[in-house]
């Protein structure tokens, strides 16, 4: 389970959210998400896993590589 700092980026910009948001949905510490999405640290699998986790179950599909480069997208409302 991957997670790369501008797809994390790009999922809060899809869903509106601050880092303070993500930080609280995740229960990630607020300068751990920073310095993640700045690229000065890999959080632990465990917080990667919160921070992804958060951002699926608010409706962020993540896109692997697919010869265009790793992205996200939302889930279609039904």
Known sequence: ??????QCRAARGLLGWSQAQLSAASK???????????GKRT????????????????G????DENGEGPG??????T
Do not use: Y
């Open 1 to 6: 389970m991957s997670l790369l700092p501008s």
């Open 28 to 38: 990630v510490a607020p300068a751990t998400l920073a310095n993640f999405e700045l």
């Open 43 to 58: 959080p632990m699998p465990n917080n990667l896993a919160a921070i992804r986790g958060a951002l699926e179950t608010a």
């Open 60 to 63: 962020v599909i993540f896109v």
């Open 72 to 77: 996200v997208r939302l889930r279609k409302n």
